[in-house]
């Protein structure tokens, strides 16, 4: 039988794995914000066409009267 003590995870170890996690999310943001690897987009821009980032941002004008948080 095996104690408690001993199935828990070393402090040291929580932090690594914490710290690892941390990481792979933060790379996984960067990949999702990037809007496709840099082949797709390249493939986009040859054929004539925006990203769909790129349409949404022409799309949306972030200055106009309707913005978010805008005073009117």
Sequence with gaps: MT???ET???PALAVDTTAQRLADL???????????SAQAVARQ?????????????????HRGPYAAGAAG
């Design 3 to 5: 104690s408690i003590a």
């Design 8 to 10: 828990r995870e070393s």
């Design 26 to 36: 933060a790379a996984r943001q960067r990949r999702a914000l990037a809007g496709g």
């Design 45 to 61: 821009a040859a054929r004539g066409r925006l990203t769909a980032r790129e349409r949404l941002a022409r799309l949306l004008d």
